[in-house]
């Protein structure tokens, strides 16, 4: 049973934009804070953006101002809008709870950001 799925990557020009989305399972979703995380090859994943239920929001400092987490509490949907991309985006992102026993890592969605 697919819990999270990521989607929305690609390759994009610096100065560009993506829209990510994770669909999540609703034992995953419901009541809990949702975040979106990256990791590069080598590096540890780190989180870039959290959002609660009620829709409060935090931020990396590397994308603060340019990314925005949103979700649709509906349809179990989290998102993240990338504006600005930069190279040093470049990763593979990830959808999870964001505090609390992590649930199965989903297959990430890449992005590539060429200068």
């Known amino acids: 049973q697919v819990q999270l799925v990521e989607s929305g990557g690609g390759l994009v020009q610096a100065g560009g934009s993506l829209r990510l989305s994770c669909a999540a399972s609703?034992?995953?979703?419901?009541?809990?804070?949702m975040a979106w995380y990256r990791q590069v090859p080598g590096k540890q994943r780190e989180s870039v953006a959290s959002?609660?239920?009620?829709?409060?929001?935090r931020y990396a400092e590397s994308v603060k101002g340019r990314f925005t987490i949103s979700r649709d509490n509906d349809k179990n949907m989290v998102y993240l809008q990338m504006d600005s991309l930069k190279p040093d985006d470049t990763a593979r992102y990830y959808c999870?709870?964001?505090?609390?026993?992590?649930?199965?890592w989903g297959q990430g969605t890449q992005v590539t950001v060429s200068s």
């Open positions: 999870n709870k964001a505090i609390g026993i992590m649930s199965t």
């Open positions: 959002i609660t239920r009620t829709g409060s929001t």
């Open positions: 609703r034992s995953i979703f419901i009541d809990t804070a």
